[in-house]
């Protein structure tokens, strides 16, 4: 058996077993010696309710600013385990989830479980016909799903449970546990995946198949320190890992938004979530390898599978991961996920041309059989089959198919055991690893999921005016596979067009398995035999995807640029203004590519699902001209800093005109990180000029927009504040408010709201809340402006040197420091107007609670002479004398350095801990 030390300094793979010579047997019980132990007849949900009572304050998911602790996740699902009782719900009973990743499918699972029934996870992407066919062969008698989703239901008699409408009923129920229900040989759920005829079957995964996949097993580290991304759908058998990995280990799972447009968005979404765990099908590793390999640094631990894995790419990882362990992890659903693992070593040998799939993981055996089911020599093929506790029951309501694919074990020492026939060719490597060759059968792997290619063949078949179709999956680039399909007409018949046929196919099969081309022919290639010789079949005319629309050149350099991006990245010649990304064979992959070319080459954030708002060349110009100009899309100012986290969320405004113009502050993320780990962080961002001159009451008119926005997204206090200079004039602001509507306020954190970069003159009036001038019209504003216009010309030399003398320790971990777009002093002139105009155009008026002052320790070089001397900066008028000082490294400018902001993040979770001030002033 081979051991994986717990650290190993070069994160090399050590086997015990020493190199064989090719043809010779290796006796099978020494090549399958994975026993371990583990807790083998233990539920799922009785791991989790283990934990649970160990740490209930311990956060077990995250989805954005929402959270959920072990404690509230297992009330919850106590919750609604005892209405499924109530409805009839017990050990084998099949219950149906209808919903997106989201924090209620983990609970709508966790409590069917703890009822000792069985969850059956619905895609809602997935096809009427298809969801209607699983309803019908599971006879689900309950189905959870919420509102919105109940549409897509097809006709059906199970009992409905609306996991938001439903909900203030549910949660009257008692929270307490209750007796176990179940054993570890109960099924836990049922994983549709593609049949041969076009019928989906329907995988049986029991307890203990699950419970062997996380423990007693070496090619992955779980425990309470691991976060675990939640990217894959809930129907797709890798969820059982990033869900219940973590889970069962007191670890986090963090779940992934809908949609991750870019590699920079993944990058995020796993720094934001401090994920260290990962699961990537080959063909997405491959393009965030290929993009953005940076986006996966922070990782301990990638495992990538779903197909082959590609050489070079994985070089490329271990070449730009130097921290990250990658493994290999192979198996069919039929296995519970994981059959066989491989953590690479880093000195993956110069003549490898294939990736190992490795060994059998802990209690999981593995036998290389010929027709005859005898153990074929070392270095000869053989059909894979698997064995041990992660073998499923069988197929649901499928016994001739069971009996097919899950057959007698005859080396096992046991009565009783089976082996699961998978189709996949493998052989022994002389070094005792395994390798992977193919398939017996049409089955492949497309972006991770299992396509049989003649289910979709016969459901071309089946479309009116169709006479033979073949089905072949093509190389798509560095993106994997992409089906295309070859279809003839039938006689008398007109040949079908193409969007009739991806109609028709849209109402049958799961978007994954239609074809991204469709190639006509008046007949299909014949081998001397009569089959269908698919070497032959030709590939698609990168033209004809344009169909019936006629080329329209680009129309100026952005849409040329972007046509070029677009033709490399899709493999086509020539690309028009008109032409649309997915007809063109686009595919969720490739647009990720594309996304993450686009914004380097036009230094540009694209918009989420930037790509499905504007698919053709010319709507993609029209999006990149308005972010290269500046111009925002109209929606909320909140912005997330960082989403994720349990604690409360804190909500700063940082200083200068970046609240207004929409730059942003770059020391916004770094302060995020020093922040309590679990704490979300938000900011706003308005458009608060017009022709860039400020217009009376700018401070109140925007407050109001941010506190509109903050409740939209956050209708319950208390609400803690921040803000520096400009930004801390905006937080006092919006506190008083959110106190005048009645919502509570918690920490107020004020960094220097006084700029000491005004005259005394100013400055005296200022602290006495009293504007020096009261301006009533544009003209008055115009004046102001040129006034502070003039005093900027005098302060300049002394003050323009401060913006890009930021360290690039402050800057968002997402931009590389040659990426950053640094202020031009014209916009930092404009930007001092700006703010001046606004602060003096607005009274603040009275504050009555307690503020925290965060007051530099210095003056900026040569403005010692503009420095307000009350060390309450003037506040006192305004909110009395409940005001605690906190010093801070630096000056007005600096104190947002990396000295000050640790400072300033300590004391912010010292004030947010008591809930306002954190001391006398």
Not at 120 to 133: G, R
Request: with cysteine; net charge neutral; aromatic share 6%.
């Amino acid at each position: 058996m081979r051991i994986m030390p717990a650290e190993d300094t070069d994160r090399s793979v050590r086997c015990e077993r020493p190199p064989t010579e090719v043809g010779s047997h290796w006796p099978a019980a020494e090549w399958n010696e994975t026993a371990t132990d583990y807790p083998r007849d233990a539920c799922i949900h009785e791991l989790f309710e283990a934990r649970a009572r160990e740490a209930p304050e311990s956060v077990a998911l995250v989805l954005g600013s929402d959270v959920l602790t072990y404690g509230e996740l297992a009330h919850r699902s106590n919750r609604l385990a005892r209405r499924l009782l109530d409805l009839g719900v017990g050990p084998d009973v099949f219950v149906g989830i209808l919903l997106e990743r989201s924090l209620e499918s983990v609970v709508a699972a966790l409590s069917v479980l703890k009822t000792g029934g069985a969850y059956v996870p619905l895609d809602p992407s997935h096809p009427p016909e298809q969801l209607a066919f699983q309803l019908e062969d599971t006879q689900a008698p309950v189905l959870l799903t919420r509102t919105a989703l109940r549409p897509l239901l097809p006709p059906h008699t199970a009992a409905v449970v609306c996991l938001d409408s439903d909900w203030p009923s549910v949660s009257r129920d008692s929270t307490d546990p209750f007796p176990r229900l179940g054993s570890a040989e109960d099924l836990a759920c049922v994983m549709y995946t593609s049949g041969s005829t076009g019928r989906p079957k329907g995988v049986m995964v029991t307890h203990r198949g699950v419970v062997r996949l996380l423990f007693g097993v070496d090619y992955v580290r779980l425990g309470p320190d691991s976060v675990v991304l939640h990217m894959a759908p809930p129907a797709f058998d890798a969820s059982t890992f990033e869900v219940w990995g973590p889970l069962l280990h007191g670890g986090r799972c963090v779940i992934a938004p809908d949609a991750l447009p870019s590699a920079r968005e993944l990058g995020r979404v796993l720094r934001e979530g401090r994920v260290n765990t990962l699961w990537l099908t080959a063909a997405l590793y491959n393009v965030v390898i290929d993009e953005a390999p940076e986006a996966l640094a922070s990782l301990d631990q990638l495992l990538i599978g779903g197909e082959a894995l590609s050489v070079a790419h994985v070089r490329r990882g271990l070449d730009r991961l130097p921290t990250t362990r990658l493994i290999n992890g192979y198996g069919p659903t039929e296995g519970t996920t994981f059959t066989c693992c491989y953590p690479i070593p880093r000195t993956l040998g110069q003549d490898t041309d294939s990736v190992p799939i490795g060994w059998p993981i802990g209690n999981t055996r593995v036998h290389l059989l010929d027709d005859a089911m005898r153990p074929v020599p070392v270095g000869v093929t053989g059909e894979l089959y698997v064995g041990g506790d992660g073998i499923a029951r069988g197929y649901l309501n499928r016994p001739g198919l069971t009996a097919k694919a899950f057959v007698p074990d005859p080396f096992a020492a046991s009565p009783g055991s089976r082996l699961y026939r998978t189709g996949d060719l493998a052989r022994w490597r002389p070094d005792g690893l395994l390798e992977f060759l193919g398939r017996t059968d049409d089955q492949v792997k497309v972006r991770g999921f299992r396509v049989e290619l003649g289910a979709v063949e016969a459901a071309l078949r089946r479309c009116p005016g169709v006479a033979g179709a073949a089905v072949l999956a093509r190389e798509n680039g560095p993106g994997g596979l992409e089906l295309v399909a070859y279809v003839t007409a039938a006689p008398g018949s007109l040949q079908p067009q193409e969007s009739d046929l991806r109609t028709h196919l849209a109402a049958c099969l799961p978007k994954f398995m239609i074809p991204s081309a469709f190639v006509p022919l008046n007949s299909l290639p014949l081998t001397p035999s009569g089959k269908v010789d698919r070497r032959a079949l030709p590939r698609p005319d990168p033209a004809a995807r344009r169909g019936e629309t006629a080329y329209v050149a680009p129309q100026d350099e952005v849409e040329a640029r972007l046509a070029a991006v677009w033709g490399e990245v899709l493999g086509v010649a020539s690309v028009g203004a008109t032409d649309d990304f997915f007809r063109l064979g686009g595919t969720s992959l490739t647009a990720l590519r594309l996304v993450t070319r686009v914004e380097h080459a036009f230094r540009v954030r694209l918009p989420p699902l930037a790509l499905l708002r504007a698919p053709t060349v010319g709507e993609l110009a029209a999006v990149v001209r308005a972010q290269g100009s500046g111009e925002r899309p109209v929606g909320s100012s909140l912005v997330a800093i960082r989403a994720a986290g349990m604690a409360p969320p804190f909500f700063f405004l940082a200083g200068g005109t970046s609240v207004l113009d929409g730059r942003g502050a770059l020391y916004l993320h770094r302060l995020a990180e020093l922040l309590d780990p679990g704490r979300p962080m938000y900011t706003f961002v308005g458009e608060g000029f017009d022709s860039g001159i400020a217009t009376d009451h700018l401070v109140e008119r925007l407050a109001a927009r941010f506190v509109s926005d903050l409740r939209a997204d956050f209708p319950d206090g208390p609400y803690h504040l921040g803000g520096h200079s400009f930004g801390a004039f905006l937080a006092l602001e919006m506190a008083r408010q959110l106190q005048k509507l009645g919502k509570p306020v918690g920490l107020v954190a004020l960094l220097d709201p006084l700029s000491p970069l005004y005259p005394k003159k100013l400055v005296r009036r200022e602290r006495r809340w009293a504007p020096p001038v009261r301006l009533a019209n544009h003209s008055a504003v115009g004046r102001f402006a040129e006034s502070a216009g003039k005093m900027w010309e005098r302060l300049a030399p002394r003050t323009v040197t401060v913006a890009p003398s930021i360290p690039t320790d402050s800057l968002d971990p997402a931009d590389s420091p040659d990426t950053v777009i640094p202020p031009t002093e014209e916009e930092i002139r404009l930007g001092f107007i700006k703010e001046s105009v606004a602060r003096y155009t607005s009274i603040p008026r009275p504050f009555p609670g307690r503020v925290t002052l965060f007051r530099p320790l210095e003056a900026p070089p040569g403005h010692a002479g503009f420095s307000c001397d009350d060390p309450f900066n003037g506040l006192v008028p305004l909110v009395g004398p409940g005001i605690a000082v906190v010093p801070v490294p630096g000056n007005h400018s600096t104190m947002v350095w990396e000295a000050g902001l640790r400072v300033t993040a300590a004391g912010v979770e010292e004030g947010m801990r008591r809930g306002a001030g954190i001391g006398k002033g």
